[in-house]
């Protein structure tokens, strides 16, 4: 069951409360200070780089692009955009740290090439720098986005239940659980994340077909061939 969490005070039409005057200094001050000490990180290759604020959710967050990903052990925002394109979000639920990828194909088609827009170097580069920061395979946990059928057209193509049916089945032979998802349909997704609480939020967007995720599809379907061929608690925002 999908549930949608409480709205706040600034979608219900009541103004949130603001501090005024010099009060509000420190708190400003430090959201300056985080977001540029983000931005002042040195990106590991394949690792989200964009960071911003969001001023819907007022915390900073960083953009995952197709083939990158992000893990952290503190509550900012991950973010992603999703068509047939696969998010998956891994959370430790001992260490509380968590991560999300975001990959465009299961794999490089024998290419050798190794790159996180496929989903098997994806979840490598995921999980070993989930490994890293003191995550352990034990206390891992899924939950995974995306898959939509987005394109009118390109179903026989089945990139997103392709991207599908290889990531619940790496998660299963990996032995980590997938505790909740939001997969296949038509809808492109919009996916934010908290690594430290373990949060996952997604909101099904307008089957309009959006520029950004229009040229994903199609950079997907350039590099595959025709082939024969949800659950858990996550909030709606």
């Known amino acids: 069951m999908i549930s949608s969490p409480p709205l706040s005070a600034s979608r219900t ?16 001050g430090q959201r300056t200070d985080r977001l540029m000490k983000l931005k002042a990180r040195v990106a590991k290759p394949g690792e989200a780089s964009f960071f911003f604020y969001d001023a819907h959710f007022k915390s900073e967050a960083v953009k995952i692009l197709p083939g990158e990903y992000f893990v952290f052990d503190e509550d900012l925002l991950i973010m992603t955009t999703l068509g047939s394109c696969i998010a998956t979000c891994l959370w430790d639920r001992q260490a509380k740290i968590g991560g999300m990828n975001h990959f465009m194909l ?14 098997s ?6 999980i070993n720098e989930m490994l890293k920061m003191g995550a352990s395979r034990m206390t891992m946990e899924a939950k995974v986005f995306g898959g939509g059928a987005v394109i009118s057209g ?13 990531v619940m089945d790496y998660l299963k032979t990996e032995r980590i659980p997938v505790v909740s998802k939001d997969v296949l349909e038509i809808y492109p997704r919009k996916v934010c994340f908290l690594p430290h609480s373990g949060k996952a939020m997604v909101k099904r967007l307008a089957p309009t077909n959006p520029e950004a995720i229009v040229q994903q599809e199609r950079m997907a379907a350039q590099k595959v061939v025709p082939v024969s061929t949800g659950g858990g608690s996550i909030d709606l925002f």
């Open 106 to 119: 299961p794999d490089n088609g024998g290419s050798g090439a190794d790159s996180g827009r496929y989903g």
């Open 13 to 28: 039409g009541t103004p949130p409360p603001v501090a005024s005057g010099i009060g509000n200094a420190p708190i400003l």
């Open 154 to 166: 390109m179903n026989s193509i089945n990139v997103g239940e392709r991207n599908t049916a290889f």
């Open 121 to 126: 170097y994806a979840m490598e580069l995921l």
